[in-house]
């Protein structure tokens, strides 16, 4: 038993470490991140909780109930992080489809909360009427 809790640990360790960008054999004491050691010590936690000599009393056990209830309120009444992903990529794309490109800046400033005006994307040419270069190949058609 203690092998399997050990391997659970190392686990934890090792997948916390990797998801922070450290490198879990060149050292332990690097690999220790705050979410590691809750971790940890939440599943150590679990681990006396579920020996059979271990005594919950009345009082802890309402608590985590009364958690555990409000856990489970706050998930079915939120909206879940996929749902509101899917819904803010309808918006991007509703906005990519609709809004020229020349204001993608703008709206991004905006978004960012900036005061100043941007400017247009450099490589993005502003339609300008009197500068039309098929003009002049429609006045060669009228003579």
Excluded: C, H
């Excluded at 998801?19 to 150590?44: L, Q, R, S």
């Amino acid at each position: 038993m203690q092998n399997v809790a050990k391997a659970t640990y190392r686990e934890i360790l090792e997948r916390r470490a990797k998801e922070n960008g450290v490198d879990f054999v060149k050292g332990v004491a690097t690999a220790i991140t705050p979410m590691a050691f809750y971790e940890t010590v939440m599943a150590k936690g679990y681990e006396n909780l579920v020996d059979s000599n271990t005594k919950v009393d009345v009082n802890t056990g309402m608590i985590a109930a009364g958690r555990l209830q409000a856990l489970i309120e706050s998930r079915a009444s939120g909206t879940s992080m996929a749902d509101m992903l899917v819904r803010m990529s309808r918006i991007i794309n509703a906005v990519k489809d609709t809004v020229p490109e020349s204001m993608w800046p703008e709206i991004a400033r905006k978004i960012q909360g900036g005061d100043e005006a941007s400017e247009p994307l450099e490589d993005e040419a502003v339609f300008d009427p009197d500068d039309d270069p098929f003009d002049d190949d429609l006045d060669d058609l009228d003579d």
